[in-house]
């Protein structure tokens, strides 16, 4: 496969049936669909996923692919873990989620977190030595968990063997999105 040949790329995006934030799932989502990557959503249960807008408005509902307990990190280029508060914090208790993270990490393949998201990458203990940045009331857990936290629209972070793409929130999307597309054209396997 040539590096640049998105259209055979997947993508795994893992949520909670509850919570996540409706653009920081379905602009991702769509955008990299139509870029011709394939994008599965894995959940808690294959019960439909609410989103939410701005953790307290009701947004779309998705219909998930797969379990996260049923997911072949493995099978998957790019993870993506979308933020929404009450979804990234029940997200970061299922031990199918670190699971998840912890492949991704270890294996070298790219993580993009944005938002809440990066609650998965502190409870995966994969953060100890990156930089990356989150919404704001997640700094002091980060720096806990021994990365360096920062301010800025998207930061990435190709230090300790695996690519970390994060950003703050959805009005962070559009830099966020230039860096996962670039994540995907850089042949990883």
């Avoid at 959503?41 to 049923?70: C, F, N, Q, W």
């Avoid at 099978?75 to 997200?91: E, K, Q, S």
């Avoid at 670039?182 to 396997?189: E, H, M, P, Q």
Wanted: glycine fraction near 8%; proline fraction near 6%; charge should be negative.
């Amino acid at each position: 496969m040539a590096a640049d040949d998105v259209s055979k790329r997947k993508v795994l995006a893992i949520v909670t049936n509850y919570g996540v934030e409706q653009d920081e799932l379905l602009v991702p989502q769509e955008h990299l669909s139509g870029w011709g990557a394939e994008v599965a959503v894995a959940a808690v249960s294959m019960d439909e996923v609410r989103t939410l807008v701005g953790d307290k408005e009701p947004g779309k509902t998705v219909r998930p692919g797969l379990t996260l307990a049923d997911v072949d990190p493995a099978a998957y280029d790019l993870l993506l873990i979308p933020g929404g508060t009450l979804n990234a914090d029940a997200l970061r208790q299922q031990d199918a989620a670190t699971r998840i993270v912890r492949s991704f990490a270890s294996s070298g393949r790219p993580v993009a977190a944005i938002c809440h998201g990066p609650w998965a990458l502190v409870e995966a203990e994969v953060v100890a030595g990156k930089k990356l940045t989150s919404y704001p009331s997640l700094k002091t857990d980060i720096r806990n968990a021994g990365g360096e936290w920062t301010d800025e629209p998207v930061v990435t972070d190709d230090r300790r063997g695996w690519p970390l793409i994060t950003s703050r929130n959805p009005g962070d999307l559009e830099p966020f999105l230039r860096e996962v597309d670039a994540a995907l054209t850089v042949d990883t396997r």
